[in-house]
């Protein structure tokens, strides 16, 4: 079954104590993309990936940091997450031509 | 500032009845856009999307419509099921098949039965 496979779902954490997001996906894309998703703001698009080791920014970069070392992997970083990255991510996949799959999401609380 | 805006957070209408859901747009270089769909606790899926070349894309009981002039789309579901009930995008990029996209806020609709 084609997956886009992020985890943790959930995560509350502190201020300053790093964490990593992770996602996988099994459709060998080329193309994969990290967004958060915050109430009256829709989903922004934070980092994306071309292809291995080719990423670029996207609207909202900042406190993030991203790797593309396999195909299939794409792990969100906050080095030290803040309140203001309290959010729900996700994470999607394309290939050539194709539509975004998305993950089902990861709640993320910063407190 | 909002590239993109669906301008209607949300919408009810009567089960059998069309849905009209709008999205406006302000950057002229966009070229491809798309419609995605949300359900709770999951991720949005794709439903359909349009080229700048084409004014109008129907899939099913899906349609839609591109005004390249007026910067505005619009997705049409005829009729409305009840499942149809969850929080629409839309989403905008500068060229079919980039990487780099642009949502809109959401719009929840909700189909009555």
């Known amino acids: 079954e084609a997956q886009v496979t992020q985890n943790p779902r959930y995560l509350i954490t502190v201020t300053g104590k790093k964490l990593t997001v992770t996602c996988s996906q099994n459709?060998?894309?080329?193309?994969m993309s990290w967004y958060r998703q915050d109430p009256g703001l829709g989903l922004r698009q934070i980092y994306y990936s071309m292809n291995v080791e080719v990423t670029d920014k996207g609207d909202v970069p900042e406190g993030y940091k991203v790797s593309r070392k396999e195909k299939r992997n794409f792990p969100l970083i906050l080095e030290s997450p803040s309140p203001n990255q309290t959010s729900l991510y996700f994470c999607?996949?394309?290939?050539?031509?194709?539509?975004?799959?998305f993950g089902d999401g990861t709640r993320l609380s910063i407190l | 500032d909002q590239q993109v805006k669906q301008n209607s957070p949300s919408l009810s209408v009567q089960e059998g009845r069309i849905s009209i859901l709008n999205c406006d747009y302000t950057n002229s270089m966009f070229d491809y856009f798309l419609w995605y769909k949300k359900y709770p606790a999951e991720g949005p899926t794709f439903l359909i999307s349009?080229?700048?070349?084409?004014d109008k894309n129907e899939d099913g009981r899906f349609t839609v419509f591109l005004n390249k002039s007026a910067k505005h789309l619009s997705l049409h579901i005829v009729p409305s099921q009840p499942g149809d009930s969850a929080v629409y995008f839309c989403a905008a990029s500068g060229t079919s098949g980039t990487y780099k996209y642009i949502f809109g806020t959401g719009t929840r609709l909700k189909v009555l039965a």
């Open positions: 349009i080229s700048s070349i084409k």
């Open positions: 999607a996949s394309q290939g050539v031509g194709q539509p975004q799959h």
């Open positions: 459709m060998n894309h080329e193309y």
